[in-house]
């Protein structure tokens, strides 16, 4: 199946601790997105990545780091995790920076 | 103001009826403009894009555009229950190499038997 793949589904974890999510995409796209949506729904970007490079970082707090490893894979770090982390991770990719989004399945991050 | 507005809803609908969405934006610089639907629990899902000032029809689903205004609306024609979801807005607009697409909160609509 082509599509935008994300490992793991579901994650919960202690305060403090760092975990990371894993994104794939087999659509031979060259920008991938990270994108956080909260409790109340609300999809805001975090970060784009264009051919490995990283082009938007939006005002995310430097424990969030993003890794690229090639055009197929974009990678979310997360150190120290705080309760406001908690929420709902999407990875999405796109033909071209003007085109439409492809989104993954999600990743469910709960903090306790 | 918000970047993209959309009316919360929920818009509810009968079956077979026409569901109209609506969403403004506040960048005249925009140059590309998307329809989302989300199932609750499910990732947001492409159902349209628009480019130029007009409609746009696929299927049972038409977009316009009207940059003058900063409007973009989305109708659904012959409204099904599987059509209840909530529809997202997104507006795109790109600054050299970056693009950076922007979310309105949704509109949930519910089609009604």
């Known amino acids: 199946d082509t599509a935008v793949s994300q490992t793991p589904k579901y994650l919960v974890t202690q305060m403090g601790n760092d975990k990371s999510i894993k994104c794939e995409q087999n659509?031979?796209?060259?920008?991938m997105y990270w994108y956080k949506q909260d409790s109340k729904k609300f999809l805001k970007i975090m970060f784009s990545y264009n051919n490995k490079e990283l082009i938007i970082n939006e005002t995310v707090p430097n424990r969030f780091s993003p890794k690229s490893p090639d055009k197929a894979h974009l990678n979310l770090h997360i150190n120290s995790l705080e309760l406001g982390d908690s929420a709902v991770y999407f990875c999405?990719?796109?033909?071209?920076?003007?085109?439409?989004?492809?989104f993954g399945p999600g990743t469910r991050l709960t903090v306790l | 103001q918000k970047e993209v507005e959309q009316n919360s809803g929920p818009l509810s609908v009968p079956e077979g009826a026409i569901a109209s969405l609506n969403c403004t934006y506040s960048?005249?610089?925009?140059?590309?403009f998307f329809w989302y639907r989300q199932y609750s629990g499910k990732s947001p899902e492409l159902i349209m894009s628009?480019?130029?000032?007009g409609d746009k029809e696929d299927g049972r689903f038409t977009a316009q555009l009207n940059k003058a205004s900063q409007y973009v609306s989305l109708l659904i024609r012959d409204s099904q229950p599987s059509d209840s979801a909530t529809y997202l807005c997104?507006?795109?607009?790109?600054?050299?190499?970056?693009?950076?697409?922007?979310f309105g909160t949704g509109t949930r609509l519910q089609v009604t038997l």
């Open positions: 628009i480019y130029s000032n």
């Open positions: 999405a990719s796109s033909h071209s920076l003007a085109g439409g989004q492809f």
């Open positions: 997104a507006v795109n607009r790109r600054d050299g190499t970056a693009s950076k697409l922007t």
């Open positions: 960048d005249r610089g925009s140059q590309s």
């Open positions: 659509l031979g796209h060259d920008t």
